[in-house]
């Protein structure tokens, strides 16, 4: 008999910094993976289909290995399977920008694009890492984010610089997502503390070049760059939007109703 | 049948020779460099083996493959071993297995980049058709049927084809 553990009180994340970087940097895959994985079967043509897939397979794979890391580093018995399945929203470190539902297709994409400039930011600190493991799943990830961001880029060109209608959707997915942005280069003390132990992630040091690459983009797509408003937050803390929860609810089912089933 | 005195580290590499890659069965998965390293002590084998791209549905399979394949050839004890670093990368491809893609009809990878974050415009424009030579083709998406393809068309030949990409 399998105890599952599920999440329990709220603890200082200061205390395990190693553990709560690695969920940071683990989540925001598994949750954009998953969420990318609803259009398999439903992209708009054939190779899109195919690529949305592509890209949700490479990013649930990187969470699922950064989940096994941040299990050890917890060290509590808690593998991958544990981590993605059963934990409550509450337990979920994600920034609260990848866990925005699809929307249409320009809005997905928008979400892939904010991100994916991140994410090779995020992923060249990473690799650097002291941490032998961690470095060589961020060198890999590097190699397939660039990959979405060149993907995402590009149909952000195509959407902005192409009809009145898609410019339209793109404009308006941007100018709706862009409050979770802020979220992405805050810094903490855990990211400091985590620095210490062998996750040489800056976020705050990410920001200045995210914008460069993001607005670089947008200018070519003929697409304007939403004004700075308040940020949206919480999602490092575990506070979370209405959307996660209705999405783990569909992607934890299985696992919950059926604790330890193989097959 | 290999015996306790002739399982050496070689022997062992051979025999692996035979396991090819799942989802492009012409080449194996030593030449693919996915197997890194093979260690013997006594009648234990362990083999480091190295993912290619993060979520490849292909991984677990090779493993099964390689523990089949050992067990067949009198080798039941053996462990897998799974490293990430370094980065598998399409360099690590030969020569050899380069040419057998090509004749299945994908075409090989070409050098893969290094370093460099932001590259909106793809480094290799045109990709040689495996069928017939052409260079005039026109990448269609950099996402194929399995994560380590992308997909042309040959505009000479009329034919649509794989690129095992660069990575």
Redesign the interface.
């Known amino acids: 008999m399998t105890t599952i553990p599920v999440a329990g009180a709220r603890e200082a994340a200061i205390e395990r910094p190693l553990f709560e970087a690695l969920l940071r940097l683990a989540d925001d895959r598994l949750v954009l993976g998953h969420r990318v994985s609803e259009w398999c079967g439903h992209g708009p043509i054939l190779e899109e289909d195919i690529a949305l897939s592509n890209i949700a397979l490479d990013l649930i794979g990187q969470g699922s290995a950064l989940l096994r890391l941040a299990g050890e580093a917890e060290g509590r018995g808690r593998d991958e399977d544990a981590l993605a399945y059963f934990r409550d929203e509450t337990g979920f470190r994600n920034a609260l920008l990848v866990e925005q539902p699809n929307g249409d297709f320009a809005s997905t994409i928008a979400r892939q694009f904010l991100f994916d400039a991140y994410s090779v930011l995020a992923w060249d600190q990473v690799q650097a890492s002291t941490h032998q493991h961690l470095a060589g799943i961020a060198a890999k990830a590097l190699k397939e984010d660039k990959y979405h961001w060149r993907h995402s880029s590009d149909w952000m060109l195509r959407l902005g610089d192409g009809t009145a209608e898609s410019h339209a959707r793109a404009q308006r997915a941007l100018d709706e997502l862009w409050r979770f942005t802020g979220e992405l280069f805050e810094g903490d003390a855990v990211d400091a503390a985590a620095r210490g132990g062998g996750v040489p992630l800056d976020p705050p040091a990410l920001e200045a070049r995210w914008r460069s690459m993001v607005v670089d983009v947008l200018e070519r797509a003929t697409l304007r760059v939403p004004a700075d408003g308040p940020s949206t937050r919480g999602g490092r803390k575990g506070r979370h939007t209405e959307a996660l929860g209705h999405m783990l609810s569909e992607m934890q089912i299985v696992a919950r109703s059926h604790p330890g089933a193989t097959w | 049948m290999v015996t306790g005195a002739e399982l050496s580290r070689e022997a062992v590499l051979r025999i692996l020779e035979d396991v090819k890659d799942p989802e492009v069965p012409v080449v194996g998965v030593v030449e693919l460099g996915i197997v890194r390293d093979v260690a013997v002590d006594g009648g234990r084998v362990t083999v480091t083996v190295t ?1 290619t ?5 292909a991984m677990r399979e090779i493993e099964s493959d390689i523990r089949e394949t050992l067990a067949a050839h009198g080798i039941p004890d053996v462990a897998i071993r799974t ?7 399409t360099d690590w491809i030969g020569a050899g297995a380069r040419e057998k893609l090509r004749r299945f009809g994908i075409a090989p990878p070409g050098p ?2 290094a370093g460099g ?4 415009v ?1 480094r290799r424009t045109s990709v040689a058709c495996p069928y017939c030579g052409s260079h005039d083709t026109a990448l ?6 399995t ?1 380590c393809k992308a ?1 042309h068309f040959c505009n000479a030949c009329r034919q649509p084809f794989d690129e095992f ?1 660069a ?1």
Do not use: Q
Request: proline share 10%; aromatic share 16%; charged share 15%.
């Open positions: 993912p791209y993060s979520g490849c549905p490293v990430y670093a370094p980065a598998w990368t893969a980049e974050l932001i590259t909106l793809r269609r998406s950099e996402f194929g049927s994560a997909v990409k990575f």
